[in-house]
């Protein structure tokens, strides 16, 4: 029997599901970039205040977009959050390897999205 209202993913609520993704990703990054500033400063070498406190401010958007998920320009703004991200490679390598890592996570989320809502 079919149901006319059936999204094609089989999923009860598509949309919700997609923002948690994204939102689970936005808070994962957060939790992982607060946690990375004391190894990249005793292991990485000269992790300066300005490439700290970009880590802290990435932290602080991604907890903000993971919040504001129900707002469509939230995946946007998660997009430029990784571009910030790969930018602060300028400052420390390492934020460029960061970079990388949650670029190619957001990208696979972006893809789940598409994946879901078409």
């Excluded at 990784?82 to 670029?103: E, N, Y």
């Amino acid at each position: 029997m079919s149901d006319p209202d059936r999204k094609p993913s089989g999923l009860r609520n598509p949309e919700g599901a997609v923002r948690g993704l994204g939102a689970g990703t936005l808070i994962m990054e957060a939790v992982i970039l607060l946690l990375a500033i004391q190894p990249i400063r005793l292991l990485g070498g000269d992790l300066g205040p300005i490439a700290i406190g970009l880590v802290i401010t990435l932290t602080v958007a991604a907890i903000a977009l993971a919040g504001l998920m129900r707002r469509p320009w939230a995946w946007h703004g998660g997009s430029a959050l990784q571009i910030a991200l790969l930018a602060g490679g300028f400052l420390h390598w390492s934020l460029t390897a960061l970079g990388v890592i949650f670029g190619l996570v957001w990208l696979y989320a972006l893809h789940v999205r598409k994946t879901i809502l078409s």
